[in-house]
């Protein structure tokens, strides 16, 4: 992936206006990145906007602005930014109770050997280890925040795209085991990175929550227009809707349905060539009118 450069980096002053939205959306987008390894750890898989939010959380509450400090933070997250045919998390190991926090932590001291990623199975298996930040480690203690780093390489990454081929992590620390499936779509999501940068969810010129944004048509026929939405659900979103108000599902003729369905094909071709993937929904039943459909990349 690309490292991130200052000129994506949106000023304090317009940041505060921007963030509540932007907040939710990079919450929402980390769902989809997130996965548990049983009760005590759990992986965020980075990429670029993951850690430019990092960049730019901490820019804000630290109040930095000079351009020298800020290509301080942008080097510091930088070097969490997944490499060709790499993949890089944030493990976290859980431990709500204070007291619990040190016994714990001390009982995974060697952690860092102990953490693979697991592709295939039987004769065919391969487990990959992780690698951890060197500077984190130290022989008598283990932070409870890591960042690991798995570095497939081309033919481990084709194995990994293939959806014939099991993808699991692995932990096999004495003193905790645990080996789970790669949800589906946590593993969308790190296919997408092993091929290209992902869409940005925030951009300089976004408009301010209450502004006036509009939907950009990109096609129109005399039934029905596609439009990319001004504030997109997921990535590629775009929408394919009836110009009646009134028309929804059941109304629609066979002709009506077939104008329609030109431009959801045109939306599914596009989305595909952005990004490698596409899904579909449609908008019906009582109260769905105008007839809508809309195409976007599967989270």
């Given at each position: 992936?690309?490292?991130?450069?200052?000129?994506?980096?949106?000023?304090?002053?317009?940041?505060?206006?921007?963030?509540?939205?932007?907040?939710?959306?990079?919450?929402?987008?980390?769902?989809?990145?997130?996965?548990?390894?049983?009760?005590?750890?759990?992986?965020?898989?980075?990429?670029?906007?993951?850690?430019?939010?990092?960049?730019?959380?901490?820019?804000?509450?630290?109040?930095?602005?000079?351009?020298?400090?800020?290509?301080?933070?942008?080097?510091?997250?930088?070097?969490?930014?997944?490499?060709?045919?790499?993949?890089?998390?944030?493990?976290?190991?859980?431990?709500?109770?204070?007291?619990?926090?040190?016994?714990?932590?001390?009982?995974?001291?060697?952690?860092?050997?102990?953490?693979?990623?697991?592709?295939?199975?039987?004769?065919?298996?391969?487990?990959?280890?992780?690698?951890?930040?060197?500077?984190?480690?130290?022989?008598?203690?283990?932070?409870?925040?890591?960042?690991?780093?798995?570095?497939?390489?081309?033919?481990?990454?084709?194995?990994?795209?293939?959806?014939r081929v099991r993808?699991?992590?692995?932990?096999?620390?004495?003193?905790?085991?645990?080996?789970?499936?790669?949800?589906?779509?946590?593993?969308?999501?790190?296919?997408?990175?092993?091929?290209?940068?992902?869409?940005?969810?925030?951009?300089?010129?976004?408009?301010?929550?209450?502004?006036?944004?509009?939907?950009?048509?990109?096609?129109?026929?005399?039934?029905?227009?596609?439009?990319?939405?001004?504030?997109?659900?997921?990535?590629?979103?775009?929408?394919?809707?009836?110009?009646?108000?009134?028309?929804?599902?059941?109304?629609?003729?066979?002709?009506?349905?077939?104008?329609?369905?030109?431009?959801?094909?045109?939306?599914v071709r596009d989305?595909?060539?952005?990004?490698?993937?596409?899904?579909?929904?449609?908008?019906?039943?009582?109260?769905?009118?105008?007839?809508?459909?809309?195409?976007?990349?599967?989270?």
């Amino acid at each position: 992936m690309r490292r991130l450069g200052a000129d994506e980096i949106v000023d304090l002053e317009r940041y505060a206006v921007l963030r509540p939205d932007y907040r939710d959306r990079v919450i929402a987008y980390k769902k989809g990145r997130r996965m548990a390894l049983g009760e005590r750890v759990s992986l965020v898989f980075e990429d670029r906007e993951t850690l430019r939010f990092q960049v730019q959380e901490m820019l804000f509450i630290e109040r930095i602005r000079e351009p020298a400090k800020v290509e301080q933070e942008l080097a510091v997250y930088n070097e969490l930014m997944p490499g060709p045919g790499e993949l890089s998390a944030t493990l976290f190991v859980e431990i709500t109770d204070g007291s619990a926090i040190r016994p714990e932590l001390d009982r995974l001291i060697g952690l860092d050997e102990h953490v693979f990623l697991v592709l295939g199975e039987g004769a065919e298996e391969e487990a990959l280890r992780a690698r951890f930040d060197a500077k984190q480690l130290a022989e008598d203690r283990i932070a409870a925040v890591q960042y690991v780093r798995f570095g497939l390489g081309p033919a481990r990454a084709a194995r990994f795209r293939d959806p014939r081929v099991r993808a699991r992590l692995r932990i096999d620390h004495p003193n905790y085991r645990r080996e789970d499936e790669i949800p589906e779509a946590v593993r969308e999501h790190l296919i997408q990175d092993l091929s290209r940068d992902p869409e940005p969810l925030l951009r300089r010129d976004d408009p301010a929550p209450g502004a006036a944004a509009r939907d950009e048509l990109l096609a129109r026929s005399p039934l029905a227009r596609l439009l990319r939405p001004a504030t997109p659900r997921l990535p590629g979103h775009r929408v394919v809707e009836a110009a009646d108000p009134t028309l929804g599902l059941l109304e629609a003729t066979p002709e009506q349905l077939a104008e329609l369905l030109a431009l959801v094909q045109r939306a599914v071709r596009d989305v595909l060539a952005e990004h490698g993937s596409a899904r579909v929904t449609l908008d019906a039943g009582p109260g769905a009118a105008p007839l809508r459909w809309h195409i976007s990349a599967r989270p």
